[in-house]
């Protein structure tokens, strides 16, 4: 690999666990604690989660309809929110104050993975963009692993104000090193699109399914390690279950590209919707401490891994429109992330427990998967075999 390509997957990756690992996912580990003070409910809990990707989905739907003239200004500034804003959770303690900071840090994480994953796309190979979104794993074991160390030594005030210096210093990183890996006046988005045949038939399918997984991912998301704490006593079940998240995360990306190229990427994205399916569904079909972990590696291994060939199979077919298309599929998995906790926090209060919302989630995820063979034709699939090195 060449040091440019390193250098700027370096920097990718720093940016992916400063707007991604700690910004968006930081809450996860972070609200059994929370809720332990009884600072809200599950139903407010549902609401944060929720401004949050309101934030995300306004972000997204604005970088996807307005021209960008200066994504290197804009990835500074989407990261320095996102720091804002993470130090933030800790400095202020009111519902109030929470719902805007969770809705800003989701309209900068959905400005630095948009610009971000749009360079990452023009620049580096499918397996290298695997390595690129890694960053998005790396970032939840990181906040797996500091958040019981945070405790050790505080509060949950501790923990965020911490996440929020963690935060500073990979930004500096991450600026320094993709400042000048970019282009500061030209957007991609302008130019000609040369989609291949058929591209608008499936891409609206892949819209639908990616918005459906967005949707049921979500609910897992936010209320695994809830859930893994009510199944078993173990000390630290909740960060246990949250770093295997993290760290079947980081590398499946790569393995999930790599597979792409031996069964084609329509059917490679299908079968890592069936398989986070299964793994949602597991752990609450048969309750025990193995089981919550096998669901935890599966719904690691799919999730980001879902997003790479997503992201890749749109690239194929509208080669020249990466952010615009990037921004579309990522506002439609941004609804479905609104909708979700909106849902799931009141039906958690209303059955006390986590069985109806999680089950939901599965057969969400499943319908998606299934929506994707119907819309895009076996061709397709076979067009884009092989396409890894082209």
Not at 16 to 27: C, E, L, S, T, Y
Not at 214 to 227: D, E, K, R
Request: charged fraction near 10%; charge should be positive; proline fraction near 3%.
């Amino acid at each position: 690999m060449k040091r440019q390509s390193v250098i700027f997957l370096v920097g990718g990756i720093a940016a992916m666990i400063v707007a991604m690992g700690i910004g968006r996912f930081a809450f996860t580990p972070i609200l059994p604690l929370m809720m332990e003070h009884q600072l809200f409910s599950a139903t407010g809990a549902g609401y944060l989660a929720s401004s949050n990707y309101m934030g995300y989905l306004i972000g997204a739907i604005t970088l996807t309809f307005f021209q960008v003239k200066n994504r290197n200004l804009l990835l500074m500034i989407g990261l320095f929110i996102s720091v804002i804003t993470t130090w933030g959770m800790g400095e202020f303690q009111t519902m109030q104050a929470w719902l805007v900071l969770r809705f800003l840090s989701g309209m900068a994480s959905a400005v630095v993975f948009i610009i971000a994953s749009s360079i990452a796309l023009e620049r580096v190979s499918p397996v290298q963009a695997g390595i690129f979104y890694s960053g998005v794993g790396l970032g939840i074991s990181l906040t797996g692993l500091v958040v019981p160390l945070f405790i050790l030594n505080g509060d949950w005030i501790t923990v965020w104000k911490g996440l929020g210096l963690i935060s500073i210093v990979l930004s500096i990183i991450s600026w320094f090193l993709l400042r000048h890996r970019q282009s500061g006046t030209s957007d991609t988005s302008t130019s000609q699109s040369k989609a291949v045949y058929g591209a608008r038939q499936s891409l609206i399918y892949l819209i639908l399914a990616y918005g459906l997984e967005g949707l049921g991912y979500i609910v897992t998301g936010t209320y695994l390690v809830a859930f893994a704490k009510t199944v078993s006593d173990i000390p630290n079940i909740t960060s246990l279950s949250w770093i295997l998240v993290g760290i079947a995360a980081a590398p499946s990306c790569v393995v999930w590209s790599l597979l792409a190229t031996k069964w084609g990427k329509n059917w490679t994205l299908t079968f890592s919707m069936l398989t986070q399916a299964i793994g949602i569904a597991i752990p609450v079909l048969i309750p025990s401490f193995t089981t919550v972990i096998i669901g935890a590696i599966l719904f690691g291994v799919t999730f980001v891994g879902i997003t790479t060939l997503t992201f890749s199979f749109a690239k194929d077919l509208y080669p020249q429109d990466n952010r615009k298309i990037i921004g579309l599929l990522t506002s439609f998995y941004g609804l479905g992330q609104v909708i979700g906790p909106l849902i799931a926090g009141p039906l958690i209060s209303w059955y006390g427990n986590y069985t109806v919302v999680i089950l939901g989630a599965a057969v969400t995820v499943l319908l998606g998967a299934l929506i994707l063979p119907l819309g895009i034709s076996k061709s397709h699939s076979n067009f884009y075999r092989n396409q890894l090195y082209d």
